[in-house]
């Protein structure tokens, strides 16, 4: 009798589990050693069966940054530094619709479009063929866009494969801010890298104690302060009780909201912290730090608009950021569902999936959490 290998289904989510936790620790490693990307792309890239992915960041100035796997590589290069970009109809669609989730590229165009895009033309000539698309609006203004690509004789992507890549997305979302502010340059001492990266930071310990912080962050004296045992606050009570949970979630490698709207106190305009792992080479470039804490300015501009960015804050899904922001406008649960054509039952259950991403637990809190910080974070009263 041959012996087989077999696994239950247990075993299987197991080995699936470990791959996506492996995964997660490379994309916060890559933040910060960008020739790591290569890696995060294509471990992404077998967990979703694509044949090729990229990573582009837009801009309104310039042509878009980035980077491929190595079998697109001259592709991406000809993209990049030419006008191909400029006439992609794919590229322009993405970047005005700013998906908040993988979807199908096609979906999104006309058969024509796709038949005459420029980029689209090079890909299929080496046998290239449908594509998945999610963007990430950054509260500087700058849009990142992640794309996954199929052969041609595999058709398109199935509903599994998306739901993996979904999975990542908030991960590679806040990895993506640093990435687009570090550049191409490796971090090489802690010092460096958190001037480098033009923002207000901080590294902690894994108890919370400040290691190290940059001369940007200790001007906001308005609105961090320092606590006991070295540890480091925010002034804003509510703020700071999740950024508090953040902290302790991070180093427990629990579920915790990690993207934290701040209002305005004294000098300091609205901003939004972000606390992001620092792992494996991470974690040596940092002197041993545990956790990175970035406060970036809410800058939207014409390519990222305001609206986006509840999607980019909380990974919200568009369904969910709608109703968060009519909800901070004033209206009722059930004004509501009745302007977005849903039951109450379904409203309520998008409010709860809000409550679970922010870290709020009432609408109450919810809707002065994000009325803390308007504008941009909340579109105008529509009247």
């Keep these: 009798m041959d012996c087989q290998t077999t696994y239950d289904s247990s075993e299987v989510l197991n080995i699936f589990r470990v791959a996506m936790i492996d995964l997660i620790e490379c994309i916060y490693e890559a933040a910060f050693v960008p020739e790591l990307w290569n890696a995060v792309l294509q471990k992404a890239s077998d967990l979703s069966a694509s044949a ?8 309104e100035n310039g042509p878009p940054r980035g980077t491929t796997l190595e079998n697109l590589r001259p592709l991406f290069d000809e993209f990049i530094r030419g006008d191909t970009w400029k006439f992609c109809d794919s590229a322009q669609r993405m970047c005005a619709v700013q998906p908040a989730s993988f979807v199908c590229v096609d979906d999104f165009m006309t058969q024509d479009e796709i038949a005459r895009d420029p980029a689209r033309v090079m890909l299929r000539e080496i046998g290239i063929g449908a594509h998945l698309c999610s963007a990430v609006a950054m509260p500087t203004g700058e849009l990142a866009t992640f794309v996954f690509q199929k052969w041609i004789e595999d058709g398109k992507h199935r509903q599994a494969e998306i739901d993996r890549l979904d999975a990542l997305r908030p991960h590679l979302a806040r990895a993506s801010l640093v990435a687009a502010r570090l550049g191409i340059e490796r971090a090489q001492a802690t010092a460096s890298a958190l001037e480098i990266m ?13 290691l190290a912080s940059n001369t940007r962050l200790q001007r906001m004296s308005d609105a961090f302060l320092p606590v006991a045992h070295g540890g480091l606050a925010i002034a804003d009570g509510e703020a700071n009780r999740l950024f508090q949970q953040a902290v302790i979630g991070i180093n427990q490698s629990t579920t915790a909201v990690c993207s934290i709207p701040v209002p305005a106190v004294g000098s300091e305009a609205a901003f939004v912290v972000h606390l992001l792992p620092l792992r494996r080479a991470a974690h040596d470039i940092f002197a041993g730090a ?5 406060a970036t300015p809410i800058a939207p501009s014409k390519l990222v608009p305001s609206a986006n960015l509840l999607n980019a804050l909380f990974d919200l899904t568009p369904a969910e950021a709608r109703l968060a922001m009519d909800l901070a406008d004033g ?3 059930s004004d509501c569902a009745v302007r977005h054509a849903v039951t109450v039952k379904t409203a309520r259950t998008y409010l709860e999936r809000i409550f679970r991403k922010t870290g709020t637990s009432r609408q109450s809190q919810l809707v002065n959490m994000l009325r803390a910080v308007q504008p941009p974070l909340v579109l105008p009263s529509k009247g």
Aim: proline share 3%; net charge neutral; glycine share 6%.
């Design 331 to 333: 209206l009722t649960l």
């Design 52 to 59: 090729s992915a990229q990573i582009f960041f837009f801009s």
């Design 290 to 294: 545990d956790t990175l804490v970035l």
């Design 198 to 210: 033009g923002l207000p930071a901080a590294v902690l310990s894994a108890s919370g104690r400040v």
